[in-house]
């Protein structure tokens, strides 16, 4: 445990929309040394105030979804404090934000990891890739914690980001358009690669030992070695009932609808349906045909050589 922050280094994982992030943070966070929390969304923010409002310094709006992006902190609060959630509890921890509305993001999370310790914060919020201010803040926040770099192959990313509920929303809010045609077309590959893109030149600035490179379908097709060998990484117990917890996400108090004022925190799909399906996963070739094309285009040859330098 870290003595001057009183509480050990968490542990974030850095993943666009998508990329197993949700199902890879609840197992993750069933270890017994660790605690996996909802989407914060916190480094999105200056401070509390800024979180309550959903309003950025100018006045502008943060988010067209920043009400339902509140709901993972507020879960965690009530959680935490309470020891669940219920209407009352969420209640609560909005009066717990309104009494900190001067406190900095980092004090905000700081006191939070400090109340969980000696268990270790595993985190992740898309959100934060948008802006390198966003990652950088959660840097300055925990300079000494390990980051996974969750990927998942792009064609099935973005498949499964069009099939998403509100996916089509994300996309055009990312800028994912191909204008390059007569008529403009939604263009998921773009937000895969520019999230792989904006991942990289943050984690650029760190140790190596630091930060790992994990593929989602890794972990689905040889789960007891892959999540062996995070535990090696992150210093751990790999042992056998510790291994056997992580294959439980359902177990977590986040793996499930929240209460009607905060329903969300984590991708709907793994809320209503928790639980880890292991197997062999075939992912899409690098040459495929894309499914939301309805030219003969293929991956841009940057998608491609990046995919490749990530292991596809």
């Known amino acids: 445990m870290s003595k001057d922050k009183g509480f050990p280094d968490p542990v974030f994982v850095l993943a666009g929309p998508r990329s197993y992030s949700s199902?890879?943070?609840?197992?993750?966070?069933?270890h017994p040394e660790l605690f996996g929390l909802p989407e914060l969304n916190i480094f999105q923010c200056e401070d509390a105030d800024e979180?309550?409002?959903?309003e950025n310094a100018d006045g502008s709006s943060k988010s067209p979804f920043w009400k339902s992006m509140r709901h993972g902190l507020l879960r965690t609060i009530a959680?935490?404090?309470?020891?669940?959630?219920?209407?009352?509890?969420i209640r609560m921890a909005e009066r717990w934000l309104r009494t900190r509305e001067t406190h900095t993001s980092a004090q905000i999370f700081h006191e939070i990891a400090r109340d969980v310790a000696?268990?270790?914060?595993?985190?992740?919020?898309?959100?934060?890739?948008?802006?390198?201010?966003?990652?950088?803040?959660m840097l300055e926040a925990c300079p000494t914690a390990r980051f996974i770099h969750l990927v998942r192959?792009?064609?099935?990313?973005c498949k499964s980001a069009l099939a998403a509920k509100g996916g089509v929303g994300v996309l055009l809010s990312m800028n994912s358009v191909d204008h390059r045609g007569e008529e403009a077309a939604l263009e998921p590959q773009i937000l895969w690669h520019d999230t792989q893109i904006q991942i990289l030149r943050f984690l650029d600035q760190?140790?190596?030992?630091q930060f790992i490179t994990l593929r989602g379908e890794d972990l689905l097709s040889d789960t007891d070695e892959t999540l062996k060998a995070l535990c090696n990484w992150l210093g751990v117990s790999d042992a056998p009932e510790a291994i056997e917890a992580m294959k439980h996400p359902e177990d977590s108090p986040f793996a499930c609808m929240g209460p009607p004022n905060a329903p969300l925190g984590n991708d709907v799909n793994f809320l209503n349906s928790p639980a880890l399906r292991p197997g062999k996963v075939k992912f899409?070739?690098?040459d495929g045909d894309l499914p939301w094309r309805a030219d003969?285009?293929?991956?841009?040859p940057r998608v491609v050589a990046l995919a490749e330098a990530l292991g596809y």
């Open 23 to 30: 199902l890879v943070v609840g197992m993750i966070g069933q």
């Open 51 to 54: 979180f309550n409002t959903g």
């Open 79 to 89: 959680q935490v404090y309470s020891g669940e959630q219920t209407p009352e509890s």
């Open 118 to 137: 000696p268990l270790r914060i595993v985190e992740k919020s898309p959100g934060i890739i948008r802006k390198q201010e966003f990652m950088q803040r």
């Open 153 to 157: 192959s792009p064609i099935d990313q």
């Open 206 to 209: 760190l140790d190596d030992e």
């Open 284 to 286: 899409s070739s690098l």
């Open 296 to 300: 003969d285009e293929k991956l841009h």
